[in-house]
């Protein structure tokens, strides 16, 4: 089968750093992206990584070990509309995203 | 900005009935999909088109769902007879490529609830 595990929330203070991890078991891989959804809004991408490392874009950064079968979203100087949901997804050999259950983000002042 | 957009809205129906979803996407994109969310829980994959035909879909998108681009903007999900269990936010994607990793753009969702 195929799984993705992520916390269900996580809760941080604005100006904090927080790291949303996802780990992953599924049959193919090629990469793993990270999607933003605001209270069941659109989905919108966040970043992808295909090999192994740290990719940056801004405030938030997502590291991958395909080895460990892991990688994270890591989300420096929060601000409160960081609050969200953050949701690690697999891209196999097609064009699917496979989704985890996602994770809440709660910031707070 | 380009942006993908959906009608309705919102979509109330009675079980056994048909509904179509429909999307506009992002004009010079070539591939589309349609996920689903039952509120409350994760994004799900049905279906992914390209070039007029089905290109990859999922279990959950069985006999009942059908996919149409019956125009050159529109893209359609008919769900042939609605069942409780259909009642999701549903929600179509477009992107320029099929890497894997291109960016999936989403449009809105459409609330679908089967009574």
């Known amino acids: 089968g195929q799984s993705l595990e992520q916390p269900s929330e996580v809760t941080a203070v604005e100006g904090a750093i927080v790291q949303i991890n996802c780990t992953y078991q599924?049959?193919?891989?090629?990469?793993l992206s990270w999607y933003q959804q605001h209270d069941g809004g659109a989905p919108t991408f966040l970043s992808y990584n295909a090999l192994d490392g740290l990719e940056e874009t801004g405030r938030f950064s997502s590291f991958l070990s395909r080895s460990d079968s892991y990688g994270y979203l890591l989300l420096q100087e929060l601000q409160m509309k960081d609050s969200a949901s953050y949701f690690c997804?697999?891209?196999?050999?097609?064009?699917?995203?496979?989704f985890g259950k996602g994770t809440t983000l709660s910031v707070s002042s | 900005e380009p942006e993908v957009t959906q009608t309705p809205s919102h979509q109330v129906t009675q079980m056994g009935q048909e509904v179509i979803l429909r999307c506009v996407p992002i004009?010079?994109?070539?591939?589309f999909y349609w996920y689903r969310q039952i509120l409350g829980q994760k994004v799900e994959f049905l279906v992914s088109?390209?070039?007029?035909?089905?290109?990859?879909k999922s279990e959950i998108f069985d006999d009942q769902f059908s996919v149409e681009r019956p125009d050159g903007s529109n893209f359609t999900l008919k769900i042939r007879s609605t069942k409780l269990e259909d009642s999701a936010m549903y929600f179509c994607a477009s992107s320029e490529s099929r890497l894997a990793g291109t960016e999936q753009y989403f449009g809105p969702g459409t609330r679908l609830t089967v009574t």
């Open positions: 599924t049959s193919g891989f090629y990469g």
């Open positions: 004009s010079n994109h070539l591939y």
């Open positions: 088109f390209y070039n007029n035909e089905i290109s990859e």
């Open positions: 997804a697999v891209s196999q050999a097609g064009t699917a995203l496979i």
